[in-house]
T-cell receptor
Framework: DAGVTQSPTHLIKTRGQQVTLRCSPK?????VSWYQQALGQGPQFIFQ???????QRGNFPDRFSGHQFPNYSSELNVNALLLGDSALYLC?????????????FGPGTRLLVL | GNSVTQMEGPVTLSEEAFLTINCTYT??????LFWYVQYPGEGLQLLLK?????DKGSNKGFEATYRKETTSFHLEKGSVQVSDSAVYFC??????????FGPGTRLSVLP
């Protein structure tokens, strides 16, 4: 049973560019959440997708957007990259929209913005 | 809003020592509480959880008890191993709210 997978594992971009990160949820899960983890800090919630709609959003600007596909996989897009966007981006999946369900995390995509 | 506070790290222990990592929370309603562990270069792994007051979560020798009266969920292990070296995150989730994580506590276990 495959767990949560993310691609790519590492990415280097320059300021002003755009990036797309991808996530496939654990089998049987239909809800995907995205987090940003800066170095030495805890994960910060970006947004959550369920039934192909953004259901909840954290305190992140509109430069951060996402999408969920009918097979429950998801993308995170970041436009107009800033140096401060350098972080580990984590995807988590869970069964059902009820957020108290346990979230299972992927290995993350490490983004470096130069 | 909901929040989680963890003891400052890093924590350095000798192998077989007793471990306690403190976690307190602020939340509305009746949150579920979690401990996640992150090994170097990896994502977060669920270590244990508790969904209601007085529940005890346990896994791999780690334990934590959901104490509503003190709004705490302290992580304990009786005898740590070098392989337990990692960053530990306390987290909570309330109905209709997203997960909130603490800042993490780095544990180093020396042989």
């Amino acid at each position: 049973d495959a767990g949560v997978t993310q691609s790519p594992t590492h990415l280097i971009k320059t300021r002003g560019q755009q990036v797309t990160l991808r996530c496939s949820p654990k089998s049987g899960h239909d809800t995907v959440s995205w987090y940003q983890q800066a170095l030495g800090q805890g994960p910060q919630f970006i947004f959550q997708y369920y039934e192909e709609e953004e259901r909840q959003r954290g305190n992140f600007p509109d430069r951060f957007s996402g999408h969920q596909f009918p097979n429950y996989s998801s993308e995170l897009n970041v436009n107009a990259l800033l140096l401060g966007d350098s972080a580990l981006y984590l995807c988590a999946s869970s069964a059902g929209f009820w957020v108290q369900e346990t979230q299972y995390f992927g290995p993350g995509t490490r983004l470096l913005v130069l | 809003g909901n929040s989680v506070t963890q003891m400052e790290g890093p924590v350095t222990l000798s192998e077989e020592a007793f471990l306690t990592i403190n976690c307190t929370y602020t939340a509305t309603g009746y949150p579920s509480l979690f401990w996640y562990v992150q090994y170097p270069g990896e994502g977060l792994q669920l270590l244990l959880k508790a969904t209601k007051a007085d529940d005890k979560g346990s896994n791999k020798g780690f334990e934590a008890t959901y104490r509503k009266e003190t709004t705490s969920f302290h992580l304990e292990k009786g005898s740590v191993q070098v392989s337990d070296s990692a960053v530990y995150f306390c987290a909570l989730s309330s109905y209709g709210q997203n997960f909130v994580f603490g800042p993490g506590t780095r544990l180093s276990v020396l042989p």
